[in-house]
């Protein structure tokens, strides 16, 4: 019979639960607190972790910044590594960091314990950029110029990855930052 057959809006006849339990009550009214302190902690950190990038976001045409990275690297080049040219901005500069599957460009020659103003942003489509040894991690977007303000504090070659899957060639897409004394 029709009346017989369960179906996901019919509930099966009698009392087919069982009551929820004081142990069961007591885990999700102590998960559920929890759950409402990590939300609060998210405004809380965000004002008081200290963690924050000092990024000014602003809105730029890609074509634009691609011609603003094209005459920074006019402007500071000095030499060229793997067809990728070599900029060495002046200290205290604004430099141009342009992400496009799959490269990083230009490589950027910089002084130790100068400040830079970093401009980030894309060519195509959503890149991620990742400072390898050192953990810095910032969501490189089309349209958008991500600044963030710099002060290398030691001396080294510094690797910069795409850690947003952006193609077939993402993995290949490695830059390079130097720092110089
Ligand atoms: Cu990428």
Redesign the pocket.
Known sequence: MASELHSAIVSPKGVWWSPVGTQEKRWITIAFIWCLILFAMMPFWHMKGGQNPTGIRSKVDPIEFVKRTDRFIQDYKVGEENGFPVVAPPPGSDIYLL?R??NWSPVLKLKKNAEYTLHLSSAD?N??FGLFPINVNVQVLPGYDYALRVTPNETGDLRVV?N????IN?HL?IGKIVVED
């Not at 947003?164 to 193609?167: L, S």
């Open positions: 992400a599957m799959w489509v890149h991620g795409c947003e899957f952006c193609g993402h897409m």
